[in-house]
């Protein structure tokens, strides 16, 4: 629920919240709402979509909005809306935002795939209900919004309201007395057209919604077992407008309002300066003559374009428009370009929503040097920045979980700083679940071996013991894939691939997809050290019996990587060995 956190505090960009007792959630409940969708009869090209955007398929891209009003004739004793929806969803109750979801379900780069499970919120919501007539109003995206959502390829949404006051109980079930209404200003996952809006507070006609027909395609439902996160508002701390070489002839720019008044007259462009890198939802309200077009480019640095940001792109309608992103995105400037300005242009409250996921400040680092605590404070900044519902690589790519190789070393800077477990236990069983539908195999052959360190880095900095009893199965696929791929030198002979080696071009090659010549030697080496990790895991479940047999391949590898990847004249080892057919 978006309120002010008792306690934060910020320092040096950092949110810092009291740690608190987290309970683990049921991972599955009964649902008493079903699936609905905008009715198929009045909006028939509005219902499939594309499981993930790596699919490259066009779709008729739409926003809908979902409406439920109820009654209560008392305030509550408690109040807790279970949802989700495919894809991305944002809900409010009496016009207070709640929150967003869904949760990131994981994934692999490159997958053009559904899966089985999908992950649900749950929110107090007891605070924002009153006496009398309520609304609950949900945005609800048809299609992934960016590349690490995977989804049904169905349009969907779900929720249970459950209430209990001081006599009575009930819950406020998703049904066919929902409203719905297409917000027809969303042309696309970065285009907003508001000479075509219809939004709930623009007078837009609703319609009741449909049950989807076919509810076996939606897939089964697992709570998002972390902490919720949190939404903090952040204004400009400057307007920069270098091109502007008279000075502020033409923009006004007033603090104490927060607002910015641009003169109508030729295309314009200045930058919107938060003073930091944040993860956040950017938003404002604009007035100006219908058909100007605002181009906001969300940049970490003042200028970068490219892969370096991403870029949105809103004509105004007339009137006020209200423009929100549907996506996070990694903002410390917006450069805003104004074009067709025929009329003044005001803006008012160009604000972010900082994601935060929340969580204490266990670590800390002092010294002489100002410099290296300096350093420290950036890392920990870094870090939170791409927490959030999975540890992700940032949140301009947002690329799925199959670069667990880098949230590995997230979850590690993490223990030292945040101490908080839950995200990184989250993202385990959710990379377990993937890697069991697809064979222990991921596009970055490598990181399934880090992996295995990323669960005993886990268990060891946290005591949970338990976890591995449901992680034993895939674990022991992924071990018994990698020797399969062992030839009879004990080298790895029969990989798919040698990713992930390093980010290195090397002649006409490139160590990100290195050949068999050049990925051999340290993808070897991993596997040995992936077998030691194995058996220390063994160790810790009981589970002893193999441990004499997965010692022998160690040593087996050791001796096979001394003996054949070893340059006596160089006093080096080699990267692999050369084979004409694998080049």
């Not at 107090?124 to 992934?144: F, H, M, T, W, Y």
Request: proline residues 4%.
């Amino acid at each position: 629920m978006m309120t002010k956190p008792k306690n934060k505090v910020e320092k040096d960009g950092i949110f810092i919240f009291p740690n608190q007792t987290y309970t683990l959630p049921e991972e599955k409940r009964t649902w008493l709402g079903q699936w609905i969708w905008a009715s198929d009869d009045i909006y028939p090209q509005y219902q499939e979509s594309p499981f993930t955007l790596f699919q490259k398929i066009k779709w008729n891209f739409a926003v809908f909005y979902f409406r439920k009003k109820f009654q209560l004739n008392s305030i509550p004793k408690e109040a807790v809306l279970y949802i989700s929806a495919d894809s991305f969803y944002k809900v409010c109750v009496n016009d207070q935002f709640i929150g967003r979801g869904s949760a990131q379900p994981g994934g692999d780069y490159a997958n053009c795939d559904s899966l089985p499970y999908k992950y649900y919120e749950y929110y107090d919501v007891k605070s924002a209900l009153r006496e009398g007539e309520n609304i609950i109003s949900v945005q609800v995206c048809l299609g992934p919004v960016v590349q690490s959502e995977v989804c049904c390829g169905h349009g969907g949404l779900i929720a249970d309201l459950c209430i209990e006051c001081v006599e009575t109980a009930m819950t406020v079930k998703t049904d066919t007395s929902w409203e719905c209404m297409r917000e027809r200003a969303y042309e696309s996952r970065e285009v907003w057209n508001g000479s075509s809006r219809s939004g709930m507070k623009d007078g837009g006609v609703y319609s009741l919604a449909g049950i989807v027909e076919n509810q076996g395609q939606f897939p089964e439902l697992l709570a998002a077992a972390i902490p919720r996160l949190r939404y903090i508002k952040r204004g400009i701390k400057n307007l920069q407008n270098p091109f502007d070489k008279r000075g502020s002839e033409r923009v006004n720019y007033n603090p104490e309002e927060d607002t910015i008044h641009i003169k109508a007259g030729a295309p314009y462009t200045f930058w919107l300066d938060y003073g930091e890198i944040y993860a956040a939802w950017p938003h404002m309200e604009i007035e100006g003559g219908a058909g100007t077009k605002v181009t906001l480019h969300m940049q970490e640095f003042q200028g970068k374009l490219e892969r370096e940001g991403t870029t949105e792109i809103y004509v105004l309608g007339e009137g006020w428009n209200h423009i929100e992103s549907l996506r996070m995105h990694s903002v410390h400037y917006i450069q805003v370009t104004i074009s067709n300005i025929y009329k003044d242009v005001k803006i008012k409250k160009p604000q972010i929503e900082i994601s935060v996921y929340p969580s204490g400040m266990d670590g800390d680092f002092q010294c002489s040097d100002p410099v290296f605590e300096k350093i420290y404070r950036i890392g920990c900044r870094t870090n939170q920045i791409c927490r959030q519902t999975y540890h992700m690589d940032s949140p301009i790519h947002q690329e799925p979980l199959g670069c667990m190789g880098d949230y590995m070393i997230e979850s590690l800077m993490n223990y030292y700083t945040f101490g908080d477990q839950w995200l990184t236990r989250f993202d385990i069983l959710k990379i377990s679940r993937y890697l069991k539908l697809k064979d222990y195999k991921m596009f970055h052959t490598s990181y399934c071996l880090l992996y295995i360190q990323m669960i005993y880095d886990y268990v060891l900095y946290t005591g949970d013991v338990h976890i591995l009893d449901c992680l034993e199965e895939t674990v022991t696929g992924i071990i018994h894939r990698f020797t399969g791929y062992l030839g009879e030198k004990y080298l790895i002979e029969h990989a798919p691939n040698y990713m992930f080696m390093d980010w290195v071009a090397e002649g006409s090659y490139n160590r990100h997809h290195p050949p068999k010549c050049m990925g051999q030697g340290y993808l070897t080496v991993m596997l040995a050290g992936a077998l030691n990790t194995y058996c220390k895991l063994l160790q810790l479940t009981g589970n002893e019996q193999n441990i004499v047999k997965y010692k022998k391949i160690e040593s087996q590898i050791k001796e096979g990587v001394n003996r054949y990847l070893w340059d006596e004249e160089k006093q080096l080892n080699v990267d692999g060995l050369y084979d004409e057919k694998a080049v």
